[in-house]
Structure formats: structure tokens, C-alpha cells
């Protein structure tokens, strides 16, 4: 489903969401009331729908590499990370190989890929290959058995300060949009789950209240 708007009352409060069913047999919309909606759709804060977020626009790329057939097994069981040239490496289960950063912020969420060819602009490549040039000085042996395969563009989930946005929108829309997620989720979910349940602020959080973002 994706929702398409909140719902409110006469008093303006959320309470709940109206969805678009993407199931082609049924396109009727449907309504889920709710106490509170949660709002954690990463790029997608942006949207009007979901409270319309301002975020940073901030697209970068992040490059995948293939192992070769002889060398299937993950020779990379962690993510390796240089601070100072911002570039990272990790390997997935299945062996591929992402390498990100360069002098682009490390992470972001991927929304298109395509494969390399000949038409990508100077610019372009330049970046792909520096993107695999700083993964083999983290990780040389892995990239050393592997091919690359193809780029993928992505798009940060940064708001427009570059801080974290956590708290409530409206008395019943609650917000979280941060950067990077996968870092922050741990500390993060414990501290929402907090206010959320038992309805209080707190303290931590209230530099990062969203509503500084519309001042």
C-alpha cells in the first residue's frame, strides 16, 4: 500500500492515514485509523502526505562488484570504514561487494541502478572509479578477486540542517528521519519507543523536535 494523505479531525489532529492499494484487482483506498502515526519513510518524509519533511538534496552513488565464480566465499565479514578519505566496503551475504563514500557522505538508500556503459558522462566515471579505488585500499585482496558489476544511485534521508528530525509533527504524527538510520536506529528506536508509550519528551530529543525544519 502507499499512503496518499492523513486523515484529520475537526480539530485538525491526525488520525490516521488513507492508502492507495496497489493490488491492480482492487484499487479502492483504503482508511487505517490510528492513535498516533509514525512517520519513519526515510526520502519519502518529503512527501506532503507524510508531513512533508524538508530534506537536503543529496544524491550520490554507490558502487557493486561481483566475485569471482572461484572465489565465492565472503572473505569480508565486516564492514570496513576509512573516516578520513570517507570511503567504505562491506560484502553481502551472497559475495557481492558495495563500496561507497569517496568524497561523497557515506550511505544512502539506493533508488536506481543501472549497468556501467559507455555513455555515463567524465564526471560519472571519475566517481565510480574513485569509489573503487578508495574500496581497494580498505579491502585490496577482496576487490582483487572481483568485477565490477554496476552503480547505483542514491538519495540520503537528511534534513535540511543535516540533523536528525525526531518528534511529533502534530499531536498524533510522529516523526524519525535521520542519517545514517543504520547507525542511529539502536539508540534512536529506544528513545521514540519512550515517548511514544509513555507519553512523555524527552530532554535528548528536544534539539531535534521536526518543527524547527518549517521555521
Known amino acids: 500500500m502507499n499512503v496518499t494523505r492523513l486523515l484529520q479531525d475537526d480539530s485538525d489532529r491526525v488520525i490516521g492515514v ?14 487505517i485509523m490510528s492513535d498516533v502515526v509514525v512517520v519513519a519513510a526515510g526520502i519519502g518524509s518529503a512527501d506532503a502526505a507524510l508531513g512533508g519533511i524538508p530534506i537536503l538534496h543529496r544524491p550520490g ?34 559475495g557481492s561487494i558495495v563500496a561507497g563514500g569517496g ?7 539506493p533508488s536506481h541502478s543501472g549497468h556501467s556503459s559507455g555513455s555515463q558522462d567524465q564526471g560519472q566515471l571519475s566517481t565510480d572509479n574513485a569509489l573503487f579505488n578508495g574500496a581497494q585500499q580498505l579491502a585490496p585482496t577482496v576487490l582483487k578477486k572481483s568485477s565490477h558489476a554496476h552503480v547505483a544511485e542514491a538519495m540520503r ?9 525526531v518528534g511529533y509533527l502534530n499531536p498524533c504524527l510522529y516523526a524519525v528521519i535521520t542519517h545514517s538510520g543504520v ?26 523536535h521536526p518543527q524547527r525544519l518549517f521555521s
Open 61 to 94: 552513488r554507490i558502487a557493486f562488484a561481483r566475485p569471482h565464480k572461484q572465489s565465492q566465499s565472503n572473505s569480508l565479514t565486516r564492514v570496513l570504514v576509512d573516516t578520513v578519505n570517507e570511503a567504505h566496503v562491506l560484502q553481502r551475504p551472497d
Open 157 to 165: 534521508p537528511i534534513p535540511k540542517d543535516g540533523l536528525p528530525a
Open 183 to 208: 547507525t542511529l536506529a539502536p539508540f534512536l528506536s529506544t528513545l521514540v519507543a519512550v515517548e511514544l508509550v509513555k507519553g512523555v519528551e524527552l530532554d535528548i530529543l528536544e534539539p531535534y
Open 18 to 31: 488513507e492508502c492507495e492499494n496497489l493490488d491492480f484487482k482492487n484499487s479502492k483506498a483504503t482508511r
Open 103 to 109: 568524497y561523497l557522505e557515506v550511505g544512502g538508500s
